[in-house]
């Protein structure tokens, strides 16, 4: 007998070039994190994959800052995540730990949160007469 194990729900993807653009502005959030060496800018957009039950991206809204090396090419003694997500999770931690302190840093130097981040309106209250 087969046992189902079910996945959580993905999250609905809106696209948001915006954000990402700011993301790419950001220094790699790996190197700056561990006080290694900038990689050169502009940073990649990463889509974190720790966590995923899928090989399909993750939401614009949680992407990250990393430097080439830190990204793709391992360049220069780093680590990439796409090399070897296990590695790189033992020496750096998860890529999905670094969504909040992104999120927050293109708020704070842009201005800009993702529309799945902002609140809600708060619907009107009715008045007791």
């Given at each position: 007998m087969k046992h189902f194990c079910p996945q959580p729900k993905e999250e609905k993807k809106i696209p948001d070039n915006k954000y990402l653009n700011f993301v790419k502005q950001l220094p790699c959030c790996i190197c700056d994190a561990w006080g290694e060496p900038y990689g050169q800018a502009p940073s990649d957009a990463h889509h974190p994959i720790h966590g995923r039950y899928s090989g399909s991206?993750?939401?614009?809204?949680?992407?990250?800052?990393?430097?080439?090396?830190?990204?793709?090419?391992?360049?220069y003694g780093k680590l990439a995540i796409h090399r070897g997500k296990e590695t790189f999770e033992k020496k750096y931690g998860k890529d999905t730990d670094f969504i909040e302190v992104t999120q927050d840093k293109v708020k704070a130097q842009f201005g800009y949160a993702p529309k799945q981040l902002q609140p809600l309106p708060t619907p009107p209250q009715e008045s007791k007469a």
């Open positions: 991206k993750g939401p614009d809204h949680t992407a990250l800052p990393f430097c080439k090396a830190h990204h793709q090419t391992g360049e």
